[in-house]
């Protein structure tokens, strides 16, 4: 019986692919019990050849190839072919730690709930390189609704699927997969887990090392991922189309406007030309033109600016980076260290 699937895409990753791959024969698992999902997403390194060896002493491994398409269609993919009970999909440059799984695994098939979210630790290759043993919290178990799980454990910086096991007939029975093309794909993914999840588990348990390198860095936020973020706003603000209580909805409109934010800092921050900060704020105001906050003054005006004046919000939040966050705070945060000195 295939407990787990374990779905992995594999795409330009060839430093940290087999550190990853390790980890999950690394959980005292038999291999009985689960498969490993590779989709290779066309990529065009070594990533698979630093694997081969790893994966030919295993005979639950399945490996799939396709035209690079994404992250989301190759998760997409791997569910589609998934035997499982449960699903997991750890990123191909991230870590399991070290028999962190089974205990969680064995919790699923116990409660037969619709997800089971865990902890996670993040750390450089240097934090990862120097650390021999990390030290693993007390298994503390409790069961939620998934609006429960929302309201109470969900935030808005962390929509990582990597750090849940999912029931494989609750996202077929949902209809719940990846929206296609687009990075960020996390984000509705989770929102929708869980608003329509029904019995779920949270579990302080340390599952993963979340990997952060260079490449991950606010330095590589293009025009690209900014549209790209702008459709993750849009298909997480369709959920209002649910029927969700008051306060899931506050919840999920002060989410929004946290996406929001990180939307339009990340746009002042790495697009230098105005003319791609206006054209990123005409392609957001085209994908959600209803777009409202208002669980706060700050937040009806900057709906009120959103919706008549796109253009004057996007030179103002520009404006307040070059003078307020680039000059004032640093020389008032440097004032403040050179008085305490």
């Given at each position: 019986?295939?407990e787990?699937?374990?779905?992995?895409?594999?795409?330009?990753?060839e430093k940290?692919?087999?550190?990853g791959?390790?980890?999950?024969?690394?959980?005292?698992?038999?291999?009985?019990?689960?498969?490993?999902?590779?989709?290779?997403?066309?990529?065009?390194?070594?990533?698979?050849?630093?694997?081969?060896?790893?994966?030919?002493?295993?005979?639950?491994?399945?490996?799939?190839?396709?035209?690079?398409?994404?992250?989301?269609?190759?998760?997409?993919?791997g569910?589609?072919?998934?035997?499982?009970?449960y699903?997991?999909?750890?990123?191909?440059?991230?870590?399991?730690?070290?028999?962190?799984?089974?205990?969680l695994l064995?919790?699923?098939?116990?409660?037969?709930?619709?997800l089971?979210?865990?902890?996670?630790?993040?750390?450089?290759?240097?934090?990862?390189?120097?650390?021999?043993?990390?030290?693993?919290?007390d298994?503390?178990?409790?069961?939620?609704?998934?609006?429960?799980?929302?309201?109470?454990?969900h935030?808005?910086?962390e929509?990582?699927?990597?750090?849940?096991?999912y029931?494989?007939?609750?996202?077929?029975?949902?209809?719940?997969?990846?929206f296609?093309?687009?990075s960020?794909?996390?984000?509705?993914?989770?929102?929708?887990?869980?608003l329509?999840?029904?019995?779920?588990?949270?579990?302080?348990?340390?599952?993963?090392?979340y990997?952060?390198w260079?490449g991950?860095?606010?330095?590589?936020?293009?025009?690209?991922?900014?549209?790209?973020?702008?459709?993750?706003?849009?298909?997480?603000?369709?959920?209002?189309?649910l029927?969700?209580?008051?306060?899931?909805?506050?919840?999920?409109?002060?989410?929004?406007?946290v996406?929001?934010?990180?939307?339009?800092?990340?746009?002042?921050?790495?697009?230098?030309?105005?003319?791609?900060?206006?054209?990123?704020?005409?392609?957001?105001?085209?994908k959600?033109?209803?777009?409202?906050?208002?669980?706060?003054?700050?937040?009806?005006?900057?709906?009120?600016?959103?919706?008549?004046?796109?253009?004057?919000?996007?030179?103002l939040?520009?404006?307040?980076?070059?003078v307020?966050?680039?000059?004032?705070?640093?020389?008032?945060?440097?004032?403040?260290?050179?008085?305490?000195?």
């Amino acid at each position: 019986m295939i407990e787990l699937s374990i779905i992995v895409p594999v795409y330009n990753v060839e430093k940290y692919i087999r550190p990853g791959i390790e980890s999950i024969f690394n959980q005292g698992l038999d291999d009985n019990c689960f498969e490993v999902i590779i989709v290779n997403d066309g990529t065009t390194d070594n990533s698979m050849e630093m694997i081969t060896d790893i994966l030919i002493k295993h005979n639950n491994v399945t490996i799939i190839n396709q035209e690079n398409q994404g992250l989301s269609v190759a998760r997409n993919n791997g569910i589609a072919h998934a035997k499982g009970k449960y699903i997991l999909m750890p990123d191909s440059d991230d870590i399991l730690i070290k028999n962190s799984l089974k205990p969680l695994l064995k919790k699923s098939i116990e409660s037969q709930v619709d997800l089971v979210v865990a902890d996670f630790i993040v750390m450089t290759d240097n934090d990862i390189r120097d650390i021999e043993e990390i030290p693993q919290k007390d298994f503390s178990i409790k069961e939620k609704s998934g609006e429960m799980l929302f309201l109470e454990d969900h935030s808005p910086y962390e929509c990582f699927v990597w750090r849940t096991l999912y029931k494989r007939e609750f996202l077929i029975n949902n209809n719940i997969s990846f929206f296609p093309g687009i990075s960020f794909q996390d984000i509705p993914y989770t929102y929708e887990c869980y608003l329509k999840a029904e019995k779920c588990l949270r579990i302080s348990w340390l599952l993963n090392i979340y990997r952060q390198w260079p490449g991950a860095s606010t330095a590589t936020f293009t025009i690209k991922k900014a549209k790209d973020f702008c459709i993750a706003i849009e298909k997480t603000q369709e959920f209002n189309q649910l029927a969700l209580s008051s306060k899931i909805r506050s919840k999920l409109q002060e989410s929004l406007f946290v996406h929001f934010s990180v939307l339009l800092f990340n746009t002042c921050f790495s697009i230098p030309i105005e003319s791609d900060r206006i054209a990123i704020m005409d392609y957001l105001k085209e994908k959600a033109p209803y777009l409202a906050f208002n669980n706060s003054t700050k937040q009806k005006i900057i709906t009120f600016l959103y919706r008549y004046m796109p253009h004057v919000l996007i030179r103002l939040r520009y404006i307040y980076r070059i003078v307020i966050e680039d000059r004032v705070l640093p020389f008032y945060n440097h004032r403040i260290r050179t008085k305490h000195c």
